[in-house]
Structures are given as structure tokens and as C-alpha cells.
């Protein structure tokens, strides 16, 4: 891997100074202040090598998104349709948003959520591609070819950030260049010119870049998936089927339609296990990714503590979980004779999917994404507690929710009870007695996604019969029957977005997406309303499509500690930190409306310098 061997030259040059300076330890002319002009760019970019550590820090930063404990896609998943935020044991977390979605509230942190992170980071990786864009010339490289590929790299990562900002927080700063002295000027600049300046980059990019690249690099299919996205927001629907069609019929990819890898010789899995398992998401066999990000146990810079995806999205089935007759049933200890904590994982709940996401959705009973195996339901766990043994009944015996006479065998239904895709999310941990989720690859860009950008830009022109066409592609690989054309429309494409993309896609970004696209075209959606760009933060569709999905945002659900569930139309776009206003002293970085400090908005630009 690029990311192995880079880090560690990097390892080796550090090493290589601190041993100068200790064979120099006599002479105290060493301790004399001198410029470390081994480190300064115009030394540090002079070959492509040193060019490319700036889209390393890149790839690592894209890479965070997903892992850790209380990962920023937490965030993207809770303002949405698909999830909310389960904590249940205390205030803070995300659920109330009319209270605690402030420019000046705490922005960033596990126990809070990740909007800073995105601005913060996204912001980062701007920064990284920039320093490669702006010194794209100054290495003497081996060809053209050789050059082009790493600013073809670099325009997508910078458009992979812009692509996510302007839906995260709609208008803001648009900066082009390295920023090599200090700057408290930004001003924001339109979504859509910044759209437009990244829509023309990654055209360029797509020719420069090969199909074929190693595995956690951008490859051409991942420019043109992403240019594919940025031309649906931009309205320009033939563009956006181009540019999909570009990635489905260029002869790399192909979506996984038989049985690949580790376990293929099981025949309990199938193919739809294949395809979510860490060793299979970056083999030469597995032609379906577009986009990864690697992690693996060991890796010189891997991610901390790995993707600990079972703490974060399993539910806390090892507490609060009685038998029928009174006692403790479930337990996390390792080791003991029933051992659940290693087979599904030590969950706590903090992604808890809505009804709609785990049960109204899925409209097939043969579909392999929602087939026992696949997908784990609570009633799938037994009542594991030793201390069961021999003195309650229950012991051994799968879990239920009531007694017969419908008392809850719970105190915490949020948390403690709820569904999951087991498929996805069980990542072997070999770090942890607790398994909570180890190291894995995973999907930035899948090719099952393009058929279903596709399909999108096939409905908004109004082409059931080839969105139907694309949106059954995936379908079908996952033995779900066909929608007909007549039955497409952009509820039942979001609809297939969930059961395919669950904790994959960024949903918020999507929904928020998708709202703009009826917004600036007044196309009616399938609950018969119209929208505008003219009012958006005050009537839109995400607010619509999440009131009307989750049973917690439409029902004025409490949590056992005391806070309600609760979401406004204005929080399509999330608050830009107060922080980073407050710092740009000489300009003005505009605050979206249904925050403090909108009224100081002045209009954004409208042209890039």
C-alpha cells in the first residue's frame, strides 16, 4: 500500500534527524536556531513523492469519517430519516436539535456530535489538496502523465470536501489556492458556483486519472461517481447520466452478482455476506468498490482503535434485558458458555435506526439484505446471564420483549431493543475480549450507488422505464423483486438507497441534496408539495421525508433521561461554528438561517476569483 510506504519514508527521515542531533550532542553550536529548510515546501514538493504525502493526508482524513468511537457518519446518520441518536443516559447527545444545534454549542465531540468535525476537517482536506494544486509544478516528474494523475487526485479530493460542505452548510468560503500566510477575509460564495468550479475540475481529472489505481487512492470510476453527484445537484440530469453511465460501462467495475472470497465455500452466506466482509472489500475479485478507505490491523497509520462499528451502531442487548420471570437476562462477559459479546458484538446503541430503516422499508421478503443471517433481530439473541443456569427457565432461550401479560422486559426500548444488519456491521475485533468492531476496509463509493445515481437522474427527466431499469440492478442481485416503472419516484429511490447504503452513504447529505434539486426545479415530490430555494430553511423536503419516516422525530418520543426527540425545517443545513466567524475578523462568513448571527449575512459571491 502507498499509505504503508509513504509513512514509513516519512518515519525514516524523522528518525534520520534525531539521530544527527544526537551525534552532535558535543558541539553546542547544534543548539543554535536555524531555519528547517529540510522541511520547507519548496524542498519537501520537489519530486511527485513528496507531492503525493499531501493526498495521503487526504486519504487518512477521509478515512476518519467512519471510525473511532462516536465517528462523525454518527452524525450524518442521526439527521436523517434512517436513525437517531440512542443515548439514552444523559444530555448532550443530538436529540432535542431546537436546543442543542447552536453556532455556539459544543460542535465537536462523541458526546455531543461531529457538524465541527466536518467543517473543521473538511476544511483540512482542502487544505492538503490545495498545497498539491498550487505546487503541481514544481517537481520534475517523469511525464505529463505522471503530473496530471496527482492533480487529477487532488481535484477530487477537494471536491469530495465541497461536495459535502455546500449540503452540510450550503454557502461558504470557496478557497483555490494554498494559504501560505494568514488570511481573516473569507467570504462565503454561492453553493452553486462552488458546485460548478468543482464539476468543471473533476472533468478534467476524469481523463487524466486510470481506471486502475491502489486500493484507497482515487481511481477515474471514483471521479466520475463524484462528478455524477455534482451534476444531479447541479440540475444537470443528462451530465449526471453520462458521467454514472462513464463508471457502469466502463469495463472496471461490475457489481458482485456471485458468491466471492472468504466463506465462498460456505453455503449458509451469500453473496451479499461477501461483499461486506473486511477481507473481501479491497481484493483483486471484488470489483464493485469504487472509493475505500483501508484500515487493517497493524497498519502503519491506521485508524485508532478501529471502526469500532458494533459499539456504535448494535444495541446495548447485554444491559437492561430481564427474563420473563423477573432476573437479569443478558450479559456481556466473554469466555462463559453462551458467548454473544464475540458473535454480534458489545453494542451501546448509539446509532439506533428508526422503524422505517429496520422494518417499513423492506418490501420483500426474499430480499438476502433483510434475510435471517443477514440481518440479526433481537429475538435472535437468548438469555445468556450463567448466573441463569440451573435457576431461571429462561436461560438459553431466545429473547422476547413482553411477558404474556405485555409487560416490558425492558426499562429502555430506545437503546436496548431494536434490529440490525448484521452483514455490515459485525466486524471481527481481535483487539478486544469485548468485541466492538476491529479493523476493516470500507466503501466510500460502491458501484450498487452509481446504478442508483443513475436511476435518480433517469427520474428526474422523467424516464421511468431506465430508472426502473437501474434501481432493479441492485435489487435483483439482492433476490428482491422488480419495481415497475410506474411505481419509481424519489421516495422509493431513497427507499433503495436504505437498504442498500445503510452507515455507507453520508444520508443527511443526500436528503439535503435531493431537497435542493426540487427545490430549484419546483418539481412536485411524492407527497404532492412543491418547493423553492426562495424559503428552503423554512419548508423543504429532508424535513418532510424525516418527520414522516422516524417514529421518534413525528412522535414526540422522550428519552428516560428527559429529552424529546425533536427537529425543525431549518436544520437541512447545519450551523457554521461561531468559532470560525469569530476568527474571520475582516470578512464575513455568512450563518444560515434559524441561527444567531443570520442577520449579519451579507450576499455571498457569485464568482470565483
Keep these: 500500500m502507498k499509505i504503508h510506504t509513504i509513512n514509513s519514508k516519512r518515519g525514516v527521515v524523522l528518525g534520520t534527524i534525531f539521530l544527527a542531533a544526537t551525534l552532535t550532542s558535543c558541539d553546542k553550536s547544534w543548539l543554535e536556531p536555524k531555519p528547517l529548510s529540510f522541511f520547507a515546501p519548496e524542498n519537501t514538493f520537489n519530486d511527485p513523492a513528496g507531492l503525493r504525502a499531501t493526498l ?32 439514552t443516559d444523559k444530555s448532550g447527545p443530538a436529540q432535542n436539535m431546537n436546543l442543542q444545534i447552536t453556532p455556539t454549542a459544543q460542535l465537536n465531540s462523541g458526546d455531543y456530535n461531529k457538524i465541527g468535525w466536518y467543517w473543521s476537517e473538511g476544511y483540512k482536506g482542502i487544505k492538503y489538496a490545495n498545497a498539491a494544486i498550487t505546487r503541481i509544478d514544481q517537481p520534475k516528474y517523469t511525464s505529463e502523465q505522471q503530473k496530471n494523475e496527482i492533480l487529477g487526485m487532488a481535484y477530487f479530493h477537494r471536491a469530495a470536501r465541497y461536495y459535502r460542505l455546500t449540503h452540510q452548510f450550503g454557502d461558504v468560503p470557496l478557497i483555490l489556492e494554498e494559504v501560505s500566510t494568514p488570511k ?6 454561492k453553493r452553486e458556483v462552488i458546485l460548478q468550479r468543482m464539476k468543471k475540475d473533476l472533468e478534467q481529472a476524469e481523463g487524466w486519472v486510470p481506471p486502475v489505481m491502489d486500493k484507497g487512492t482515487v481511481n477515474k470510476g471514483s471521479i466520475s461517481h463524484l462528478l455524477t453527484k455534482i451534476n444531479l445537484s447541479l440540475g444537470l440530469f443528462d451530465d449526471a447520466i453520462k458521467s454514472a453511465s462513464n463508471v457502469i460501462d466502463g469495463g472496471t467495475h461490475a457489481l458482485m452478482k456471485t458468491r466471492f472470497g472468504v466463506n465462498q465455500a460456505d453455503a449458509t452466506k451469500n453473496v451479499i455476506w461477501d461483499l461486506h466482509r473486511p477481507e473481501n472489500k479491497s481484493i483483486a475479485a471484488n470489483r464493485e468498490g469504487l472509493m475505500m478507505v483501508i484500515d487493517r490491523l497493524l497498519l502503519d497509520g491506521n485508524a485508532d482503535g478501529g471502526i469500532q462499528l458494533m459499539r456504535n451502531t448494535v444495541p446495548f442487548w447485554h444491559n437492561n434485558i430481564n427474563t420473563p420471570n423477573g432476573n437479569r437476562g443478558t450479559i456481556d462477559t466473554y469466555a462463559i458458555e453462551i458467548d454473544q459479546v464475540n458473535k454480534v458484538g458489545r453494542g451501546i446503541g448509539r446509532v439506533r435506526p428508526t422503524w422505517y430503516s429496520t422494518h417499513s422499508v423492506w418490501d420483500d421478503k426474499n430480499d438476502l439484505r433483510h434475510a435471517p443471517g443477514n440481518w440479526m433481530r433481537m429475538q435472535d439473541l437468548v438469555y445468556n446471564n450463567p448466573a441463569l443456569k440451573g435457576k431461571d427457565s429462561f436461560y438459553g432461550k431466545n429473547l422476547q420483549l413482553r411477558t404474556d401479560a405485555g409487560a416490558l422486559l425492558t426499562i429502555d426500548t430506545i437503546r436496548c431493543w431494536f434490529d440490525w444488519p448484521a452483514y455490515k ?5 481481535p483487539e478486544r475480549v469485548q468485541a466492538t468492531g476491529g479493523h476493516t476496509d470500507w466503501y466510500v463509493f460502491r458501484l450498487a450507488e452509481t446504478y442508483l445515481l443513475r ?14 431499469k437501474d434501481l432493479n440492478e441492485v435489487r435483483a442481485r439482492a433476490g428482491a423483486a422488480p419495481l415497475a416503472p410506474s411505481a419509481i419516484n424519489i421516495g422509493t429511490i431513497l427507499d433503495e438507497r436504505a437498504r442498500e447504503l445503510y452507515f455507507e452513504e453520508p444520508r443527511k447529505t443526500e436528503l439535503t441534496r435531493i431537497a435542493y434539486i426540487l427545490a430549484k426545479t419546483g418539481k412536485p415530490a411524492y407527497n404532492g408539495k412543491t418547493y423553492s430555494l426562495e424559503n428552503f430553511s423554512d419548508n423543504n423536503f429532508f424535513y418532510d421525508r424525516v418527520i414522516e419516516k422516524s417514529n421518534f422525530y413525528n412522535k414526540g418520543v422522550v428519552t428516560r433521561h428527559g429529552d424529546e426527540f425533536k427537529i425543525s425545517p431549518y436544520h437541512v443545513l447545519w450551523p457554521v461554528p461561531q468559532n470560525a466567524i469569530d476568527g474571520n475578523s475582516k470578512g464575513i462568513i455568512n450563518q444560515n438561517k434559524g441561527y444567531a448571527g443570520f442577520e449579519k ?3 455571498p459571491l457569485t464568482e470565483v476569483k
Design 425 to 429: 456491521l459485525f466486524i471481527p475485533d
Design 56 to 87: 495521503v493526508a487526504c486519504e487518512r482524513n477521509m478515512r476518519i469519517e467512519w471510525y473511532g468511537d462516536a465517528p462523525p457518519m454518527v452524525t450524518e446518520a442521526i439527521f436523517s430519516d434512517i436513525a437517531v441518536e440512542g443515548t
Design 184 to 189: 481573516l477575509d473569507y467570504q462565503s460564495t
Design 601 to 603: 449575512n451579507i450576499p
Design 455 to 468: 436511476a435518480e437522474a433517469y427520474f428526474w427527466k422523467g424516464d421511468l422505464a431506465n430508472a426502473a
